[in-house]
C-alpha cells in the first residue's frame, strides 16, 4: 500500500467529500470540486476526444499483453480490457490539491460524530458473532474493525462508484504515477480472474480503492481474508470477509492483541512541546517522569514500551501518548488525523467519552446531521447547492461565504458552529 496514494484515496472519500459526491450523485452539480470541469463544454465527442481515446486503447492493448506475460489469465486480461472508456476525471483529482485544508476538529466532527457511534454500536450487535470470531483469529478487537469499517466506507454504505478497471486503464496510461497504477490495474486483473469479487460491482475510489475495506488492489492480494469460507475474498459483497480483511490488514501492521492504543494525557505546566511527534518514541515510564499523566488523573504506566506524544493541534489542545496500535492503524491511512479518528470512534464504541481537552477553538466543527442542517438553510436562502448530503464542496463553501460576507465575519467558507448558530438565528423570510 503506498501511503500517499491510499491518503489521497481516503482523502477523495472524506477530505474533499465534493468530489465523492462527483463520483456518487446524479446531479448535475457533481463535480462541485472541480469548477474547471464545470466550466467545460458539453461532452460532445470532439477530435481531441478521440484522439485521447485512441491513445488510451492503444495504451491498454500494450498493457493486456503486459498484464499476460506477468501471468494474468488471457481470457481474463482480454474480457476485462475490453472497451474501456477514458476517464479524464480521475486525472484530475490525481493532480487535484485542496483549496480547502481541513482543521482537525472538523475533521473529527464528521468522522466520530453521534449518527456514526449509533449506526456502530448497532453493527456491533448485529454481527458480533462474526467479529468475535475475527477477533480469536486476527487478534483485533471488535471495537477497532468496526470503527475503520464506519470511516473506510460508513459501514459498506459508501465505497465509490467509479468502475476500477477504468479508472486505473486511465491512471496507467496519463499522468504521474503510472508505473504504481499499472501494478494496481495488473492486480485488480488478478483478483477478477480468481473471482474474488463480481466484475459488475467491481466499483470505488478514483484511485481505485474499492469494498467495505477501501483497500487498493495490491493491498487486497496481500491482505484480504475469506472469512467465510466459500472460497472467495470478497470485500465487496460480503461484510465477514471484509471484517477479518480489516483485522487481517492491521495484525500485518503490527497489531498488539490486548495493548491499548493509547491515551488522552494532561501535559504539566510548562511542558516542552518539542518533544511531540509520532516518530519521537520514548519508553512510557519517561512520560511519567516528565509529570504527563493520563486526562482521568490515571498514572501511566512505569514501563519502557515504547510511546509517543501527539499533539495534533498544538499545546493548547488536547495531547495524546500514543503505542504500537496507534501505528499499526496509521499504517491503513497515513495520516495521524485519520488515525485518531479511527482510535476515537472505537473508544467512543466501548462506550467511552468525547475528549476531555477541548480543540482550540470557539467555533467547533460540525457533524454530519449539523452540516445537513447548515446545507439546508443555505438551500432556503436561495444558494444552488445542490442536495443537503452533509458533504461540504466547492458550491456549498462559495455559499458559506457569501453568508459570512452578509453576516459581516472573515469570509472563509468554512462550515463551523458559528455559521450554523447564525443561520438558525436569521431564518430567510426575516433577512429579504
Ligand atoms: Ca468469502
Known amino acids: 500500500m503506498t501511503p500517499i496514494l491510499r491518503a489521497a484515496a481516503f482523502a477523495a472519500v472524506v477530505l474533499l467529500p465534493a468530489s465523492q459526491a462527483g463520483a456518487q450523485s446524479s446531479t ?16 460532445a465527442p470532439t477530435a481531441a476526444a478521440a484522439a485521447q481515446q485512441a491513445a488510451l486503447d492503444a ?51 464528521g468522522l466520530v460524530d453521534t449518527q456514526r457511534v449509533d449506526d456502530g454500536r448497532a453493527m456491533l ?22 470503527a475503520v469499517w464506519g470511516v473506510e466506507s460508513d459501514f459498506g454504505r459508501s465505497t465509490g462508484r467509479k ?16 508505473a504504481f497504477f499499472r501494478n494496481e490495474l495488473f492486480a485488480s486483473l488478478r483478483i477478477l480472474a480468481e473471482g474474488h469479487v463480481d466484475p459488475a ?20 492480494l496481500e491482505a484480504a481474508v475469506d472469512f467465510d469460507g466459500d472460497g472467495r475474498r470478497d470485500i465487496v459483497g460480503t461484510v465477514p470477509d471484509a471484517l477479518a480483511s480489516t483485522a487481517n490488514y492491521l495484525r500485518r501492521a503490527g497489531w498488539r492483541t490486548g495493548e491499548p492504543w493509547g491515551w488522552e494525557v494532561r501535559l504539566p505546566e510548562g511542558f516542552d512541546a518539542s518533544l511531540a511527534g509520532r516518530t519521537k518514541r520514548r519508553p512510557l515510564a519517561d512520560w511519567a517522569a516528565r509529570g504527563v499523566r493520563r486526562v482521568d488523573g490515571r498514572p501511566l504506566e512505569a514501563s519502557q ?28 491511512n497515513a495520516a495521524e488525523s485519520y488515525a485518531l479518528a479511527i482510535v476515537h470512534l472505537a473508544d467512543r464504541l466501548r462506550g467511552g467519552t468525547p475528549f476531555v481537552t477541548p480543540w482550540p477553538t470557539d467555533d467547533p466543527g460540525l ?28 458550491l456549498s463553501r462559495r455559499a458559506i461565504r457569501d453568508e459570512q460576507a452578509r453576516i459581516g465575519v472573515p469570509q472563509d467558507g468554512r462550515a463551523g458552529m ?15
Not at 498544538?314 to 501505528?327: I, M, S, Y
Open 59 to 109: 495504451c491498454v492493448a500494450r498493457l493486456r499483453t503486459e498484464a499476460i506475460a506477468r501471468g494474468v489469465p488471457r481470457a481474463a486480461a482480454e474480457r476485462h480490457l475490453a472497451g474501456l472508456e477514458r476517464d479524464p476525471s480521475v486525472l484530475e483529482s490525481l493532480d487535484f490539491q485542496p483549496e480547502f485544508r481541513t482543521p482537525i476538529w472538523d475533521y473529527l466532527a
Open 305 to 332: 514500551t515504547a510511546s509517543a506524544l501527539l499533539l495534533p493541534a498544538g499545546p493548547a489542545g488536547p495531547a495524546f501518548v500514543v503505542l504500537r496500535n496507534f501505528d499499526a492503524v496509521y499504517a491503513y
Open 367 to 394: 457533524s454530519r446531521a449539523e452540516r445537513r442542517e447548515l446545507q439546508t438553510l443555505l438551500l432556503a436562502r436561495g444558494h444552488a447547492i445542490g442536495e443537503a448530503d452533509g458533504m461540504i464542496g466547492s
Open 418 to 432: 458559528k455559521l450554523l448558530a447564525a443561520l438558525r438565528r436569521d431564518p430567510p423570510a426575516a433577512s429579504r
Open 163 to 178: 468502475p476500477i478497471l477504468r479508472s486505473l486503464a486511465t491512471l496507467s496510461c496519463e499522468g504521474r504515477r503510472q
Open 28 to 43: 448535475p452539480a457533481a463535480p462541485a470540486s472541480q469548477p474547471a470541469a464545470q466550466a467545460a463544454p458539453p461532452a
Open 125 to 146: 450487535e448485529r454481527w458480533r458473532e462474526v467479529l468475535d470470531g475475527v477477533q480469536a483469529r486476527h487478534g483485533v478487537d471488535p471495537a477497532t474493525v468496526v
Open 201 to 220: 460491482v467491481f466499483n470505488g475510489s478514483w484511485a481505485g480503492a474499492f469494498g467495505q475495506t477501501q483497500f487498493m488492489p495490491t493491498t487486497f
